[in-house]
């Protein structure tokens, strides 16, 4: 299958910094990419929808201005944790799909988000 | 209506077991339902995939079963090994969002 990387694998930064994590497409590329985050024993939960070239779609409860979405290229996607809290300390996964009719995602390794 | 059921939440099988992981959803506009593999700490990794225009599918030792009418599909997992162990989570999507509605996820325990 198609690889995703996501990087950095675990992060630890202070409260009231910014954190940005990278998703690239390695070997396709990738119109639309999906940030995801999961709590522990938990499913994941869709946040945004990134379309290279245009602005992210955030689903209903997400704080646009807090999970900062940016798909310059076909190939990397990136979500910004601003200000960060303790509460967003998570588990934060991307995906990425190729252009068409191809409904198959394919995920990042996950970033592990502690918040102190 | 955007919800995909899944049963049961943990699941313990001894090796060469046949676990089966059920998923159930309402809206029929879905057309795609992929099944993940999960690991502690890694990401979902792709296992199988079906369309409901087909019944079953089988992958390796992974078979899915399709109920179109029923709005219900299921994983099975042939000659289940300890690897096997892990979280797996059903998921549904629609042509034009390709946007996932994922299962609350299954976790399994095959016991040498």
């Known amino acids: 299958g198609a690889v995703v990387s996501q990087h950095p694998s675990w992060v630890i930064c202070k409260s009231g910094t910014s954190v940005k994590i990278e998703c690239r497409s390695l070997?396709?590329?990738?119109?639309?990419m999906f940030w995801y985050r999961q709590f522990p024993k938990q499913s994941l939960m869709l946040m945004a929808t990134?379309?290279?070239?245009?602005?992210?779609?955030?689903e209903q409860g997400v704080e646009k201005d807090k999970f900062l979405i940016n798909h310059a290229s076909l190939t990397l996607s990136t979500l910004t944790v601003t200000s960060a809290h303790p509460e967003d300390s998570s588990f934060y996964i991307c995906?990425?799909?190729?252009?068409?009719?191809?409904?198959?995602?394919?995920f990042g390794q996950g970033t592990r988000l502690t918040v102190v | 209506q955007q919800q995909v059921k899944q049963s049961p939440q943990s699941l313990i099988v001894q090796k060469g077991g046949i676990p089966i992981i059920n998923c159930a959803y309402e809206?029929?506009?879905?057309?795609?339902f992929p099944w993940y593999q999960q690991f502690p700490g890694k990401g979902p990794a792709l296992l199988i995939a079906?369309?409901?225009?087909?019944s079953e599918k089988k992958e390796g030792r992974f078979t899915i079963s399709f109920n179109k009418s029923a709005k219900q599909f299921s994983l099975h997992i042939m000659d289940s090994q300890p690897g096997d162990s892990a979280t797996y989570f059903c998921?549904?999507?629609?042509?034009?969002?390709?946007?996932?509605?994922f299962g609350t996820g299954t976790r399994l325990k095959v016991l040498a």
């Open positions: 995906s990425a799909r190729e252009a068409g009719f191809i409904p198959e995602a394919f």
């Open positions: 070997d396709f590329q990738a119109t639309t």
């Open positions: 990134s379309n290279e070239g245009s602005k992210a779609t955030y």
């Open positions: 809206n029929t506009a879905f057309d795609y």
């Open positions: 079906i369309r409901p225009d087909v």
């Open positions: 998921a549904a999507s629609t042509s034009g969002t390709y946007k996932y509605i």
